[in-house]
């Protein structure tokens, strides 16, 4: 018996040992076969590479794809490098450095995107096997095979729409080469800054920022494996749109991360324990001072085209303050703080440089995209009186001592088809006044006789020169404001500018400085420069816009400081100004409606002129802006203005020694010191005919003499 069962037990032993030997057998035969395979594909693979890249005519040479530039977004800035906007087309991207990519976010893209980038050579060979099984048993394209470095190639050189065999072999041959040509590191670095993450974002920068608003060297580990799980699909997988599935990608590359040993497992668990915390906007879709950037772009693409200014990577520094912005805001803001109240617009620009430091061009950017500082043409009032009183003393006449008198007038001259009739706001006269006198009470009757004397080709000339852009006509109502086209507020502070510049104009400026991605100057502002008006006239004109200030139309203006303005009204109070300005800065504030022609009669219980809101406005926003520069009076030119003791008027009056208000001196005089209320400058004249002959006529008392008499009292206190 106990032979026999060693018998069957060696038997079944050696039965067992064959069937081992054949069960190892077929294992081997099961492995060697497709490691063959494997081997002999590789090195055909390789070969083939190698000889495709070498001598075959018809696929891509990588030195041929020559330099790609990406697209990459426009930064716009303020003066104190703060960021005001991005300027991008289809394709929002910041191309970055690799030192400023974070390990742990390679790492990611690596483990979820291409787990064997670092063995490979450009091509996963094992991959495309794997892929082409699970397609072959699926019967459909299930997996794909594209290497970072397939993808990279595929997105800079080919077209991706093309999903052609030749276009993957195309892919698999440049793929091969970058690899020859740049380390692993340089290659995923130029991946990251490609790739597509959605929500327009390009590369890791406009990535990290679109759903973090952070730097990418700031993401966390939970933050990197997001991003790293969105360009498989970045609709599938967005965060804003589908947070659930974001999740759920985010934690299976966290998982993917911890098997291939890029991250501990404490790590691991605490990353997948963080919930999704996004930022509440991305900071692309947010633009501080919209109106400020909407002029910006306007400019840029002037100047580059739209190409460049959305693709380009400019990086365009402004004259833009932003404490001044916050300031002008403000103002506005809490004075015009009722529902149904009108607009404002407020340009600011700095004397001695041209650069615009505030711009206000609205108060809601949503509900109304017209910039109302510089896209607006609003008739202005009694602030283009200045230009007259400019173009009267560059004629040589002497405004302490002219007299006209006001009084309703009824002009004629040849080629008028109907009279020219003028009264004040009120029909309050003050018989025979000086140019001064009519100054600080913005007497219409007497600036259109003005007008008529100094001509309205001249006023217009003056406007220009100053700084005044849009089309005039040279009508003499333009002494008064009437304009067929109107100006903008950016054009008065403009002009006004160039009366606190000592007569000198400069071309304002809001683009200080545009750069490309790499820091190289592209442009920068050289405003230009033109001796305007004389120095003397200028600081002439300040004198007596200074005494508006203090005791004329504009008193609510007073910033306990030296300054000069002119208020502005037009009829049925439709818009109301006040062009001011100091040594340092020439503000322009405009309040109106600019839906349409909307008098302005009851607003707060008041009617609206140039005194009251616009001049509340710029007193509220230039009393702390000029405190930023010393405090400091205009400076008196060397050469004094000379007067023309024979200057001649067709409309100037003798004055007697019980009508008039003046001083025979050429000083400031004393006697002017009636403070006017704000409403006096509201504009009441018809608009005459464009034709200026030189030889005006009327009915008014004429003087041929230049006689000037001592200085009496001063006129009454007027009520308009």
Partial sequence: MRTGRERRSSRVRRARAVRRRRTVIIICVIVAIPLITLGALAGLLLVGLHTVAAVQQDLPSLEAQGEVKLAETTQIFAADGTLLAYLHGEENRTVISGKEIPDILRYAVVAIEDERYYSHSGVDLEGLLRAFFANVRAQRVDQGFSTITMQLVGNLYLDRTDISLTRKWNEMALAWQMERKYSKNEILDMYLNTVYFGSNAYGVEAAARTYFNKDPKDLTLAEAALLAGLPQAPSIYSPRSHPEKALERRNTVLAKMYELGYITRSEYLQAMAEP?????????????????????????ISMFGEQRVFAGGLRVET?????????????????????????????????????????????????????????????????????????????????????????????????????????????????????????????????????????????????????????????????????????????????????????????????????????????????KRTQAISAAVAYEVTRILEMNIQRGTGTKANIDRPAAGKTGTTTEWRDA?????????????????????????????????????????????????????????????????????????????????????????????????TTFPETSDTTASSLPPSTLPPSPTTTLPRSTTTTRPPSPPGPPQTNF
């Fill in 276 to 300: 999704l915390k996004l930022a509440p906007y991305s900071p692309y879709t947010k633009v501080e001072e919209p109106y400020v950037v909407a002029y910006v772009r306007k400019l840029l």
């Fill in 319 to 527: 004259t833009i303050d932003p404490d001044y912005q916050k300031l002008a805001e403000e103002a506005i803001a809490s004075t015009l703080d009722q529902p149904g109240d009108p607009s404002a617009a407020l340009v600011c620009i700095e004397t001695k440089t041209g650069y615009i430091k505030a711009m206000v061009g609205g108060s809601d950017y949503d509900s109304s995209k017209f910039n109302l500082a510089v896209q607006a043409k609003r008739q202005p009032g009694s602030a283009f009186k200045t230009f007259c009183l400019v173009a009267a003393l560059e004629k040589g006449m002497d405004p302490y001592n002219t007299y006209y008198e006001s009084m309703p007038v009824s002009l004629t001259y040849p080629g008028a088809p109907e009279p020219w009739k003028v009264k004040t706001y009120g029909n309050v006269y003050y018989g025979i006044s000086s140019v001064v006198e009519a100054t600080l009470r913005s007497d219409n009757t007497v600036y259109a006789q003005m007008a008529l004397d100094v001509g309205a080709e001249h006023i217009v000339d003056v406007a220009h020169r100053m700084g005044i852009t849009s089309e005039l006509n040279a009508d003499p109502a333009i002494a008064l404001g009437g304009l067929r086209v109107g100006v903008s507020p950016l054009e008065m502070a403009s002009a006004y500018a160039t009366l606190a510049n000592g007569g000198e104009h400069i071309e304002p400026t809001i683009i200080l400085r545009v750069k490309d991605a790499n820091g190289k100057v592209l442009w920068e502002a050289k405003p």
């Fill in 577 to 673: 100004w006040f062009c001011g300005y100091t040594p340092h800065l020439s503000t322009t504030v405009w309040v109106g409606h600019p839906e349409a022609q909307i008098s302005m009669d009851n607003v707060h219980g008041i009617r609206v002129t140039g005194g009251s809101f616009p001049a509340i406005i710029w007193q509220k926003f230039m009393y702390e802006a000029d405190r930023k520069y010393p405090e400091e009076d205009f400076r008196e030119p060397q050469v004094k203005i000379q007067y023309d003791r024979f200057f001649r008027s067709n409309y100037q009056v003798v004055p007697t020694s019980t009508t008039i208000s003046t001083t025979t001196t050429t000083s400031v005089p004393e006697t002017v010191s």
